[in-house]
């Protein structure tokens, strides 16, 4: 394995690392965060419409903007509820990193960013 694919795998492992770390400094319930860790992965129901809507709708789930995006906003809107969310997605997006799961291209769902699934 290439070393730029094995740091992007340990950068994932970060990820998830300091999402759960701060998860649990957030006194949110750990019931929450087990039925929403794979949550993110509806996004694959887009390869029904073909590898390109597929890779859109997955990479648009797998990409730490919009949970970057709603962890600001909870935590400017002072919502514990969003901030929870932002991290259990953050979680997932590590944990698939960590395993080799990146951003698909639109040629097919084993081809990704990290290399071939």
Do not use: N, Q
């Not at 890779?55 to 919502?79: C, R």
């Amino acid at each position: 394995m290439s070393l730029p694919r094995v740091l992007l795998r340990l950068e994932g492992a970060a990820l998830l690392t300091v999402a759960v770390f701060l998860y649990a400094r957030s006194d949110a319930s750990w019931l929450l965060f087990a039925l929403l860790l794979l949550a993110p992965d509806v996004g694959m129901v887009g390869y029904l419409r073909g590898s390109r809507a597929g890779a859109v709708l997955y990479d648009l789930f797998h990409t730490s903007l919009l949970p970057a995006g709603l962890a600001v906003i909870g935590v400017v809107a002072d919502s514990r509820s969003a901030v929870a969310v932002a991290l259990i997605w953050l979680a997932h997006i590590g944990m698939d990193r960590a395993l080799g799961f990146g951003l698909k291209y639109p040629t097919g769902f084993r081809d990704t960013h990290l290399g071939r699934v």
